[in-house]
């Protein structure tokens, strides 16, 4: 799926990878899979980063079968591709897919949070509060990576407290999805749009259920107009070698 020229992690004139101690358990597909994400979530792995297998599995001192099954799941969430006779990359998505993906969370979110809104205890709000401050920091810091991931966690959040599974696992390829794109299009500064995920919870803990709806549109539109901007500065990024990502 790459659109872009595929990066290779900067190979050879590095320090050996600093392996775990022999006494700590190798890590297992699910927190091989989990690590790869969070580096791409916090654009320490950029789109186009190639995902070697030889090198994961020196990183992680496990098996290349192993790191094999783990990027084969990231390939099936479409966060890596898989290119013939080349490798797996980080996914690049083209604008088109781009404006596919924000079609289908305007289809889905909107009434994903109707269930929410009609439903939620006060436990669960206490819990959507928590993570606000948690973005708040973000911002005050002016901490990128952390303002993409924790966005992203927010509307995880309230997939999952929608109660459907199959919505929370599309949401998760979804969301996803879209901090690629923002990593690619747009500015991780205006992907929390500031004052919307609270208007949001207000809703929500009001039990606003058509008022929470048009603010998820709204929300949403705001999000994808970064999209539309289309920063191309990721084309001036490089990542840094694998060994680098997973081992500082």
Do not use: W
């Given at each position: 799926m790459p659109n872009r020229a595929p990066r290779t992690a900067s190979p050879t004139t590095r320090k050996p990878a600093k392996h775990a101690p022999a006494s700590a358990a190798a890590p297992s597909t699910d927190q091989i899979y989990a690590r790869i994400l969070t580096a791409i979530l916090e654009r320490r792995l950029l789109p186009g980063t190639q995902l070697i297998e030889e090198r994961l599995a020196n990183i992680f001192d496990v098996s290349r079968t192993k790191v094999?099954?783990?990027?084969?799941?990231?390939?099936?969430?479409?966060?890596?591709?898989?290119?013939?006779?080349?490798?797996?990359?980080?996914?690049?998505?083209?604008?088109?897919?781009?404006?596919?993906?924000?079609?289908?969370?305007?289809?889905?979110?909107?009434?994903?949070?109707?269930?929410?809104?009609?439903?939620?205890?006060?436990?669960?709000?206490?819990?959507?509060?928590?993570?606000?401050?948690?973005?708040?920091?973000?911002?005050?810091?002016?901490?990128?990576?952390?303002?993409?991931?924790?966005?992203?966690?927010?509307?995880?959040?309230?997939?999952?407290?929608?109660?459907?599974?199959?919505?929370?696992?599309?949401?998760?390829?979804?969301?996803t999805l879209t901090a690629l794109v923002i990593i690619l299009f747009g500015s991780s500064d205006?992907?929390?749009?500031?004052?919307?995920?609270?208007?949001?919870?207000?809703?929500?803990?009001?039990?606003?259920?058509?008022?929470?709806?048009?603010?998820?549109?709204?929300?949403l539109e705001h999000v994808e107009h970064v999209e539309r901007a289309i920063d191309l500065r990721a084309d001036d990024e490089t990542s840094a070698s694998l060994e680098e990502v997973f081992t500082r």
């Amino acid at each position: 799926m790459p659109n872009r020229a595929p990066r290779t992690a900067s190979p050879t004139t590095r320090k050996p990878a600093k392996h775990a101690p022999a006494s700590a358990a190798a890590p297992s597909t699910d927190q091989i899979y989990a690590r790869i994400l969070t580096a791409i979530l916090e654009r320490r792995l950029l789109p186009g980063t190639q995902l070697i297998e030889e090198r994961l599995a020196n990183i992680f001192d496990v098996s290349r079968t192993k790191v094999r099954e783990a990027i084969g799941r990231l390939v099936h969430d479409y966060i890596a591709t898989n290119i013939p006779n080349r490798g797996a990359f980080v996914s690049s998505p083209s604008v088109e897919q781009a404006r596919e993906v924000f079609d289908a969370r305007r289809l889905i979110e909107p009434a994903l949070v109707r269930i929410v809104a009609a439903k939620a205890t006060p436990k669960q709000v206490a819990v959507l509060r928590a993570h606000l401050k948690r973005e708040d920091a973000a911002r005050q810091s002016a901490d990128a990576r952390n303002i993409v991931s924790l966005s992203g966690e927010f509307h995880f959040l309230l997939a999952d407290m929608a109660g459907n599974s199959f919505l929370s696992r599309t949401m998760r390829e979804l969301e996803t999805l879209t901090a690629l794109v923002i990593i690619l299009f747009g500015s991780s500064d205006s992907f929390i749009c500031p004052g919307e995920h609270p208007a949001l919870v207000d809703a929500i803990e009001a039990g606003g259920k058509n008022r929470a709806a048009k603010l998820m549109l709204q929300h949403l539109e705001h999000v994808e107009h970064v999209e539309r901007a289309i920063d191309l500065r990721a084309d001036d990024e490089t990542s840094a070698s694998l060994e680098e990502v997973f081992t500082r």
